[in-house]
């Protein structure tokens, strides 16, 4: 049976025990699931790909027909699926079940042996998962600002959603950072907002902090010593040292709990791009989470004295930075 995405929550509370997401918004499946399940069921969820199945069936059926007294509300999350994964669910279908099973694909073409199964059968759900449009983006950002209580332009949005290139995931990663940025403010410009998604094109700011935060003492005072940074960009510095510090904050709360660097990352939403990975585990290794904590409140107020002192705001930001530098972490 084939139904939108947005009814998935009261098909959710009904008997039907299989779902079968699909299509190229990859990132309205996972922020579905996330939602729905993973903030409300974490405990008794369980993520699987189609590859570990195929390897190793008999693990995934000992997790699915073994009872506990804990398994209430127990839901399997298969990603990346493909016709391949039929026959196995064939076999789970035939079987009276108490728990749930949602399948994740990319992609499945019309022809589909997978698809066709979960259509023609009543008892079954089916979720396709169009790209998102201009209007869709458009509305994703105004309900942020307007949840958020910070006012914004027609201009602002649609710089936000063109940056965001259609892709859902690519645009709740800047809403993140202007979140972050923001610290509570009611407004932000249309040039704060413009330097600060543009980021990681900035390779002076962006490289800066992240050397700062990973403790490299040499290549944080090259770059400060060849950078010419105007004294307008000293509050989008903190603000964007309090965004990657907020990062880290998260990551070491996920770590306490994944006990696994490489498992945090990929844990953490929204996904760290590719080329930040190897940097930021560094920065986890430099600092313990009370040392964050206390570097976040002691950014706020230092962006107090630095609106206080525009006329020095430049030397007190280089301070700034070279004492983070030589902090020294005295916890093991």
């Not at 993973?38 to 008999?58: A, H, M, V």
């Not at 972050?180 to 962006?206: A, P, Q, W």
């Not at 998260?250 to 190897?278: G, M, S």
């Not at 989470?289 to 206080?308: P, R, S, W």
Request: proline share 1%; hydrophobic share 40%.
């Amino acid at each position: 049976m084939i139904i939108k995405h947005f009814d998935f929550q009261k098909k959710l509370d009904s008997e039907t025990n299989f779902f079968l997401f699909y299509g190229e918004n990859f990132g309205l499946i996972e922020e579905t699931i996330e939602n729905n399940i993973k903030r409300k069921f974490s405990n008794n969820t369980y993520t699987y790909d189609e590859t570990d199945i195929l390897l190793d069936k008999e693990k995934l059926l000992e997790k699915i027909f073994t009872k506990s007294l804990f398994d209430d509300n127990k839901f399997i999350i298969i990603n990346n699926v493909s016709d391949k994964i039929l026959v196995i669910i064939e076999e789970i279908y035939q079987k009276i079940l108490d728990i749930k099973i949602i399948l994740t694909a990319k992609k499945l073409e019309k022809k589909s042996k997978l698809r066709n199964f979960f259509e023609k059968k009543k008892d079954l759900i089916i979720i396709p998962f169009y790209e998102d449009n201009f209007q869709s983006l458009f509305k994703l950002v105004q309900e942020f600002f307007y949840l958020n209580k910070i006012k914004f332009s027609s201009q602002i949005i649609n710089l936000l959603v063109e940056k965001s290139n259609g892709n859902r995931k690519n645009l709740k990663n800047e809403l993140e950072k202007i979140y972050n940025f923001s610290n509570k403010k009611k407004s932000i410009s249309f040039k704060e907002i413009n330097k600060l998604i543009n980021l990681d094109e900035n390779y002076d700011i962006s490289e800066i902090i992240n050397c700062s935060l990973a403790k490299n003492k040499k290549k944080t005072l090259g770059l400060l010593n060849e950078s010419i940074i105007s004294s307008d960009e000293n509050i989008l510095i903190l603000r964007t040292f309090l965004y990657k510090l907020k990062r880290l904050k998260k990551l070491k709360k996920i770590l306490e709990i994944e006990r696994n660097i490489d498992a945090a990352l990929v844990a953490y939403k929204p996904q760290i791009f590719w080329k930040e990975k190897d940097i930021v585990k560094q920065q986890l290794k430099c600092w313990s989470l009370n040392q964050i904590v206390f570097l976040i409140k002691d950014t706020i107020n230092f962006e107090i004295l630095i609106k206080k002192n525009v006329q020095i705001s430049n030397q007190l930001i280089y301070d700034f930075i070279i004492n983070k530098l030589n902090h020294v972490n005295n916890e093991v």
